[in-house]
């Protein structure tokens, strides 16, 4: 093996795939089987994420970043003068199973730019998972990105093989597709997405009574939109997001602030700060629709189409429905009890459980964790303590910044060592 040339389209390749954050690897249950090699579930793969995107324990590259479509957001674009590169499958086996050996990894991301056509990007990609599962009985986690525009019999045969699929919408509506990626039809990300779909429900109904049914795409399928390449707002991201998680069982959406890689009179000007705290934003109204009980049209709609950047999405939503507050803290559902700002999911079910024994008081909230900055202007609890809450709600949310220590604000810069 050219191990110089290896390298090289190992840092081509790998650094090509960096703005792609879709390849969180929770949820699969893949056992190690035939004294193979690795165990999807057992070994804590890792789900952080560097600055920019890259998630630090999958060996994450893309096949190729040769490509055919010239999308105008995207560094591996054909009109993109950049050096390119292109694995062949046997090479992508090879790193995975040495990299996995040597502990560096725990699975493998894998991406491609399209070359000749959906299909054939499709199958290449197809054909490393499947050597790795069949060739080298490797039961790590594999997150294959699919290729829009690929056939449902590909897109069913990748599923047998990968833990996860996704295929990247990238922009959130049809228009600002059309103006960055012309080359792209709408319809190529529904239909694989529509697929996989499919196919996970009926595999899972045929799993109920035959035994030996293969796993079909186990941890699910997650796709990516780009934040802020196009005028968007909060509510068109979110909108869609909802679509994909009430339509395609969509495991995850990831969002990924635009880092500018082109100089395009279509897109932010290169230097252009990557929205960062926007991106925050939206997973934490992501996390609200998800786990915390809320509609989306709760949040953002025509009145309110653009998230609040100073506070986080549930104490924004506090605030313009103050007539829900205050809510007794002994007595309120778990519905309610959800909806309080500073009160988070672990707290809401530690408040249930102590006031099974007691009613709770302040010092009882302190210990159990709940953000009182935010949280004491929205409850009442078994205190005499009251705690004034007859201030507009301009003026309240001008005093929870002020008492939060929010990672945010502008003047907290990193402290020296020695100070
Ligand atoms: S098809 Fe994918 S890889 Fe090719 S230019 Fe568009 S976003 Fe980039």
Redesign the pocket.
Known sequence: MDFDRIKEKLSILADAAKYDVSCSSSGSKRKNTNKGLGDSSGMGICHSYTEDGRCVSLLKILLT?H?????A??????SNDIKRAAFKVQEVVDLTISFYRRNYIEGLFLS???FKDADTTMERLIQVAKKLREEENFNGYIHLKSI?GASDELMREAGLYADRLSV?I?IPTKSGLKLL?P??NHEDFMKPMKKVKNEIIQYKQESRIIKSTPKYAPAGQSTQMIVGATGESDRDIMYTSNFFYKNYQMRRVYYSGYVPVANDPRLPALGTQVPVLRENRLYQTDWLMRFYGFDVREILNNDYPHLDMEIDPKLSWALRNREHFPVNINRADKSMLLRIPGVGLKSVNKILQARKFRKLNWEHLKKIGIALNRAQYFITCDSRIWEKNDYSSDRLKQIIIQNSASKFRKDTGQLSLFS
């Open positions: 970043n490509c055919i479509f010239d999308c957001y995207c560094v591996t674009r054909k491609s730019g399209i829009p990247n990238e990626a080359d792209k």
